[in-house]
Each structure stands twice: as C-alpha cells, then as structure tokens.
C-alpha cells in the first residue's frame, strides 16, 4: 500500500497550473516551490507532468511458470534496440474503473483467461520525474495454462501479443541479459521473486 500524509502536512504550494496539451494524455505546466530540507521555502520554479493516469499489471502463474507478452512498442523503436519488448500483462485504468477490475480485463484481452481471484502485490510509480502513472501490481494462480492463447490483444487496439511461458530462472536470464527492458516487468517480477523466494 501506498504511504500518505494528510493535506494539512504537504508542504508544497502550487502558484498556477495549466494543460498546454490534451490529446491520448495531458501534459500540464505549473509553478510551483516546495519545502526544503533546511525546513524553508524554496523559490517557484516550472514543472512539467505528464497525466496519463494509473496503470496495472498481472503476474499470471502457472504451476511451471510465468506467462508474459512480447509486443510493438514504438518509443522504444531507436537504433540498436528491438522494439518488440517481453512485459507482464498490462494496461491503462479506466475512468471510474477499479484497478482490479482493470487488472482481469488486461488478463483476458492478452492471454485470453479469465481468473476469479487476483490478489494485489504493491503500488508504485513508473516515473515520477514526468508522469503522474501509478502502477498497480498484482498477480493471479493459474490452475490450467493450457487456455492461454498464442496470440493475444485487442485487434480494434492493432494489439498484437505474443504470449509465452516462461520459468523463473529463464526470467532471470533475460532481465540479466537484456532481453526483458521494460522497467515496470522487471520490478514487478523482481519484487515478485524477492515476496515469494524459493
């Protein structure tokens, strides 16, 4: 769970804000001065976030593995390295849409199950420098991984999913590696992996 602190202890203040781009996301500028280690006040200064919203993942876990995904993803398309990245399940959290119910939705769209019981891990954020996306984690026993599809997505999404099973030292490999580069994966199945150690 995440630790908060009551409104009347945030020592910030935010002077102005506005959204200068509002299309898939938002990205809103804002002035604003937060309280320094010395305990003053610092000067305004301009920031910039980006409001994606918050995000979930799924550990699917079969008896003899995990399964992840391989898909497109375009930002990470530069020179040397493969576009085509290994993730856990996941996906954006609807308005009005509770994480969980997110988190089965994201489970049956990519690798075509649907579970009963999906259990939270943790809550974090993916890059607090520029976005506002927290990442819910959770995980689900799969009794029967012989439903899982070969290809999942969402064809209207142009997804385009290549679902794989793989063991926990296979996973290891490949974040050591370099096989597995996306952040939220590698965190998600590390603290998996240090949660639940063999």
Same mark, same amino acid.
């Given at each position: 769970?995440?630790?908060?602190?009551?409104?009347?202890?945030?020592?910030?203040?935010?002077? #102005? *804000?506005?959204?200068?781009?509002?299309?898939?996301? +938002?990205? @809103?500028?804002?002035?604003?001065?937060?309280?320094? !280690? %010395?305990?003053?006040?610092?000067?305004?200064?301009?920031?910039?976030?980006?409001?994606?919203?918050?995000?979930?993942?799924?550990?699917?876990?079969?008896?003899?593995?995990?399964?992840?995904?391989?898909?497109?993803?375009?930002?990470?398309?530069?020179?040397?390295?493969?576009?085509?990245?290994?993730?856990?399940?996941?996906?954006?959290? #609807? *308005?009005?849409?509770?994480?969980?119910?997110?988190? +089965?939705? @994201?489970?049956?769209?990519?690798?075509?199950?649907? !579970? %009963?019981?999906?259990?939270?891990?943790?809550?974090?954020?993916?890059?607090?420098?520029?976005?506002?996306?927290?990442?819910?984690?959770?995980?689900?026993?799969?009794?029967?991984?012989?439903?899982?599809?070969?290809?999942?997505?969402?064809?209207?999404?142009?997804?385009?999913?290549?679902?794989?099973?793989?063991?926990?030292?296979?996973?290891?490999?490949?974040?050591?590696?370099?096989?597995?580069?996306?952040?939220?994966?590698?965190?998600?199945?590390?603290?998996?992996?240090?949660?639940?150690?063999?």
């Amino acid at each position: 769970m995440i630790k908060t602190i009551k409104d009347e202890k945030l020592l910030y203040h935010l002077k #102005d *804000k506005k959204i200068i781009f509002n299309e898939f996301f +938002k990205i @809103e500028k804002a002035t604003v001065s937060w309280q320094r !280690s %010395s305990g003053k006040m610092g000067r305004s200064v301009t920031r910039y976030v980006i409001r994606r919203g918050d995000s979930v993942g799924i550990i699917p876990i079969c008896p003899d593995g995990i399964i992840l995904v391989r898909q497109f993803r375009y930002p990470a398309a530069r020179e040397g390295v493969d576009p085509y990245l290994w993730e856990i399940p996941a996906g954006m959290v #609807d *308005k009005g849409e509770k994480p969980e119910v997110t988190a +089965k939705r @994201e489970l049956k769209e990519e690798i075509g199950v649907i !579970s %009963s019981k999906i259990i939270p891990l943790i809550s974090f954020f993916l890059s607090p420098g520029a976005l506002d996306e927290m990442f819910h984690l959770y995980y689900t026993r799969l009794s029967d991984c012989g439903e899982i599809v070969q290809v999942g997505g969402v064809e209207e999404e142009e997804e385009d999913l290549e679902v794989k099973k793989f063991d926990r030292s296979q996973i290891i490999e490949m974040i050591q590696n370099g096989e597995i580069i996306d952040s939220k994966t590698i965190a998600s199945l590390m603290y998996y992996f240090l949660k639940f150690s063999e």
